[in-house]
């Protein structure tokens, strides 16, 4: 039977300060932070985040990637395969986007258990991110964070049973975006919450422990998303919830991570699971999804990275400016340097693998790593000149240290200044590249970094993704 | 392989006034400066065999030299990066040593200054490719990269980023001053340490007053065989020695290039020295025309070079080594740094400099009794580079 086998997060650098985004309207509102996703990610670039997270506590080979999110970049061309391609996963993988629903992550990882439960699959990793906008100045914009998580499912070694899953699907018109809108469209606050998101959970839980013939307190932890802070308490009273069984939801940390929330809120509970814990879990959207969860005794395996609460507490605060500017919600002059030209999707074929996963070789004669710094295929050693005698070699799961660097003020970026810099990496090679999530009062020679999958800048409509270093979090 | 010491010579030359030029186009820069090598060669346009025009931007292919029209002969255009000037003049003297031509002009032209942007219009963020692949890559500034050497020579020989800085500082105000008493420089102001520490910085450690301008400009030669000089002129300048180095992107790619000194700018002025038969540069070099695009990039050569010892620099710079009165002048035009950056014409623009020094037509900026002169350039940047020497004295032999 198929179940959890590991679980992952990312929560993004920066944070916006909600009473600041007040005081700069003049009004009265909303207090807390919210999770601000960099001027160079999107869901696609926190999905994959989340999914290195996921996959560096159990380094399983899976057979699929499944991209839960309704902000993909792409209206037509998949992320899925994007993040499968920026992975390394094997060609025959299966890549697929749910999207349209803020249910889509657990939509997702139902479809994930049925594809291992057939026999069609060993693991699935499913990754939910997402990075919706509100209206400037308005209740949404508060209370949506941006963020990622990530689930596998496969039938072993498992840390937490699915015991039962029970699904309903509810056209019910709460929350929407038509393909002409930037911001969240809904319908009134009261009605969304008494029409829709109390009925619609109550009925999926009831249901769920009748058929497992469970009771509210037989839960060790409860775990379900909702719009905001008060649906989500008001749920737990009805439900008759004790408080410490509910999972925190970090609105007031990071806000709403409409897809990755769930998932999100599932990974932190099974950080603090113990062996045998009964975990409720269900996401919410277009009708809900519910499962039981069991913990097992290899719950000890998804220890030792960082923590949904260490990430959580990592942020970094952003003044509004920047904010309304990395979302591109207020025109600002352009650079009076020379564009950059246009990336060209031929050449972006032609390199996919080393663009993708950022893959150099190791000549086979002198054993050098080598990266090319433009992207091009090398084709003779640069130490040895040995021709057409390499391996590959992947770079993109190498740490390494900062040997140099200059904070330039003409880099192109939303997050001025720009650092870049040479990086050295572990094991050899090394490579020049932009630096991002950089904290400048701590950045010195030698400083430790890890590569993480961007966006860099983009021309001609297309999504020029790329690897950057950032500082490694101790 | 033969060596082409005093093979070939310099007999005239011609500059423009560098700078921002708003009134002149390619076409003006290139007659201003053919002319003025014209007339100082004592040469009429139908003399000239054979012509290379070096741009990195300002055209494609030897009809960009179309402005002289000069009447069918062999025009080739030649292109290497910031070391483009240089090269016309070696792809010229070579073909004099080939017995291809008798005379020949070298011409570098660039016409930065109608990109409507700010900096150099092109590749200027270095992961951009030329080939194609462009856009790709990382984004950085061409001042990042030179900062990456400072980062690291401060960080190695242990300077404190303010005494690195001041450092730096100081071949800024050595270079403009020198830049102030030539009329053809793109600035002619005097900079002090204070201001230079106290400009906007562009990229960290490295500010305002460490990079050069961004200008227009033209320059040129007129070379003939050597046997041939003294019937144009009696001060000739022998061509004493032409070297270029390239490399594969090693420092770039691979972790045991260091970032405090440049493979390509060492190996090229080794070969420079042995071709012209120098043993000990700081005592044999008159003067040097380097190629100060930023202030590290200088104090790094002064060790690239061989005129002070490797990690030594600091010492002569608070010496005065390398001022006008110093021991070994080096940039006495201004430079790049305040003289300007017209990409293609600046190897040209430098061995203007040493072609008037040596025959004592530089006026207050005239050293004293100078036997030989190095032009040095760098195409490209730390890690990838583009390295030219070339090394002229006033006397055979």
Same mark, same amino acid.
């Given at each position: ?474 | ?79 290497? +990066? ?114 230079? +520490? ?152 430098? +061995? ?46």
């Amino acid at each position: 039977m198929a179940g959890i086998i590991s679980i992952g997060a990312y929560v993004p650098k920066y944070r916006l300060s909600l009473e600041e985004v007040s005081k700069f309207w003049g009004v009265r509102g909303a207090s807390g932070e919210k999770a601000v996703a960099g001027y160079d990610e999107d869901s696609l670039t926190m999905a994959t985040a989340a999914a290195l997270d996921c996959w560096q506590r159990c380094q399983e080979p899976v057979d699929g990637l499944y991209f839960a999110t309704t902000t993909g970049p792409y209206k037509e061309k998949q992320g899925a395969a994007v993040i499968a391609a920026a992975l390394d996963l094997d060609r025959v993988s299966r890549t697929v986007d749910f999207t349209n629903s803020l249910r889509a992550g657990s939509i997702a990882m139902r479809a994930a258990a049925d594809a291992v439960n057939s026999g069609s699959a060993q693991r699935i990793l499913v990754a939910a991110a997402d990075c919706r906008i509100g209206a400037p100045q308005g209740r949404f914009e508060s209370l949506l964070g941006d963020g990622a998580a990530a689930v596998m499912i496969g039938s072993g070694p498992i840390i937490a049973d699915i015991e039962e899953s029970y699904s309903i699907f509810s056209d019910f018109t709460d929350l929407w975006r038509t393909e002409k809108d930037k911001f969240v469209q809904s319908a009134e606050g009261r009605f969304i919450e008494t029409e829709g998101f109390l009925p619609t959970m109550q009925e999926v839980l009831r249901e769920i422990m009748k058929k497992t013939s469970t009771a509210p307190q037989d839960f060790a932890k409860v775990v379900f998303s909702a719009t905001d802070a008060r649906s989500h308490a008001e749920l737990a009273r009805r439900m008759g919830f004790d408080r410490k069984q509910v999972q925190e939801p970090f609105f007031l940390q990071i806000g709403n991570t409409g897809t990755a929330a769930p998932l999100l809120m599932l990974a932190s509970a099974l950080e603090e699971a113990q062996p045998q814990d009964l975990v409720l879990f269900a996401g919410y959207g277009d009708g809900c999804d519910a499962f039981i969860l069991r913990v097992t005794g290899n719950i000890g395996k998804i220890h030792g990275q960082a923590s949904v609460k260490q990430k959580i507490a990592r942020g970094m605060i952003i003044n509004y400016g920047k904010y309304l500017n990395w979302r591109e919600l207020v025109p600002v002059e352009t650079s009076s340097l020379p564009q950059r030209s246009e990336p060209s999707v031929t050449a972006r074929w032609r390199e996919r693998k080393s663009i993708a996963a950022l893959y150099g070789v190791r000549c086979k004669d002198c054993g050098t790593p080598q990266l090319h710094p433009i992207g091009q295929k090398i084709r003779v050693c640069t130490k040895c000149q040995s021709k057409d005698n390499f391996e590959p070699y992947k770079f993109s799961d190498k740490k390494g240290k900062l040997f140099s660097y200059a904070v330039d003020q003409l880099q192109p970026t939303k997050n001025p200044p720009g650092l870049n810099g040479v990086v050295d990496f572990d094991g050899g090679g090394r490579l020049i590249c932009e630096l991002t999530d950089y904290d400048l009062d701590k950045v010195r020679v030698g400083m430790p970094v890890e590569m993480t999958f961007r966006r860099m800048y983009q021309g001609q409509g297309i999504i020029n993704y790329f690897w950057k270093a950032k500082p490694l979090e101790e | 392989m033969e060596n082409l010491k005093d093979k070939v010579a310099i007999v005239g030359m011609g500059c423009t006034k560098f700078g921002e030029r708003w009134d002149m186009g390619v076409e003006d820069l290139l007659v201003e400066a053919a002319y003025e090598a014209f007339e100082d060669a004592g040469v009429a346009p139908a003399d000239i065999q054979a012509a290379w025009i070096g741009t990195v931007f300002s055209g494609l292919s030897s009809i960009t030299l179309s402005p002289l029209a000069l009447q069918y002969i062999p025009m080739t255009r030649v292109e290497n +990066m910031c070391a483009t000037g240089s090269e016309a003049l070696r792809a010229a003297t070579y073909a004099i040593i080939a017995g291809a031509c008798d005379i020949a002009l070298a011409i570098g032209v660039e016409k930065l200054k109608d990109a409507g942007t700010t900096g150099v219009k092109g590749p200027a963020i270095v992961g951009d490719n030329i080939d194609g692949t462009s856009g790709i890559g990382p984004g950085y500034s061409a001042p990042a990269s030179f900062a990456y050497m400072a980062t690291r020579y401060f960080h190695d020989y242990r300077l404190e980023p303010e005494e690195g800085r001041r450092l730096l500082a100081k071949i800024a105000v050595k270079n403009h001053h020198n830049g102030s008493l030539n009329p053809k420089a793109h600035f002619n102001n005097e900079l002090t340490v204070e201001q230079v +520490m106290k400009a906007p910085i562009v990229a960290w450690p490295l500010g305002l007053y460490d990079c050069c301008g961004v200008s227009d400009g033209a320059a040129a030669a007129i070379v003939v065989r050597a046997d041939m000089a003294k019937s144009f002129r009696v001060d000739p300048i022998y061509i004493k020695a032409l070297s270029i180095c390239v490399g594969a992107r090693q420092g770039a790619i691979r972790q045991d290039y260091d970032f405090v000194h440049i493979e390509e700018n060492v190996l090229a002025s080794r070969k420079a020295y042995e071709q012209a038969g120098i043993k000990n540069p700081r005592k044999e070099i008159s003067l040097a025309e380097v190629h100060d695009c930023f202030t590290i990039h200088e104090m790094i050569l002064y060790e690239d070079l061989g005129f002070s010892p490797r990690g030594r620099a600091r010492e002569d710079i608070d010496a005065g080594t390398f001022t006008l009165e110093g021991e070994l002048p080096v940039n006495t035009d201004g430079g790049l740094k305040c003289f300007g950056h017209p990409l293609g014409a600046s190897g040209l623009r430098m +061995m203007y400099e040493i072609y008037k020094q040596l025959q004592g037509k530089a006026g207050p900026r005239q050293i004293k009794n100078p036997r030989l002169g190095l032009t040095h350039n760098l195409g490209g940047n730390a890690g990838t580079g583009i390295a030219s020497c070339c090394i002229v004295g006033n006397e055979k032999g």
